[in-house]
């Protein structure tokens, strides 16, 4: 009977941990990085051009291959090709601008959220020397970069790692223990 009970205890303690761990795994995947703000904002008409569009979103997201570009009416890209993560706020990404004549203008950005699942988006603003109002003020002060910051966004992986590492040590554990 002692060893009917051992197997189906390794079983129930497999079962645990396998769980345990899908849970742990998949909880990040609810929550996708959300835009919540940017300069100048979507849709408004700014005055003067601005030094940069500023992209602010709701959790720190890995921005690589070209995340954000910037083009005029006529399809052609009037950012500095600088695009980076704020060095200051993880969740802030940002492009320096070249000087921007009246007209539309669009921003298309590519961001990889904390839990590694992309996402992108498109906005739009206008520059019109007539306009009396503004579309926003800089979400940070502007400082403009001539060289992309490097990114370290690794921190989510290594915790998942540890985490996986974690429920094998147990499991390795809980199965000796149980022999």
Known sequence: MATAVKPAMRLAALLTLSAAWLLLWCTPALAHARLEETYPADGGTLSGSP?????????????????????????????????????DNRKLLVI????????????????????????????????????????????????????QEATGGYGHIVHVAALGLGALVILVLALRRKS
């Open 96 to 147: 320096d601008l070249k000087d921007l004549p009246e007209g539309s203008y669009t921003v298309d950005w590519r961001v990889t959220s904390a839990d590694g699942h992309p996402v992108s988006g498109t906005r739009k603003f206008s520059v019109d020397a007539s306009a009396a109002g503004g579309a926003g003020e800089p979400i940070e002060p502007i400082e403009r970069s001539a060289q």
């Open 51 to 87: 030094e940069q569009v500023q992209l602010l979103f709701n959790e720190p997201v890995e921005a690589e291959f070209d995340p954000l570009k910037v083009y005029d009416q006529g399809g052609d890209r009037v950012d500095e090709d600088n695009a980076r993560v704020s060095p």
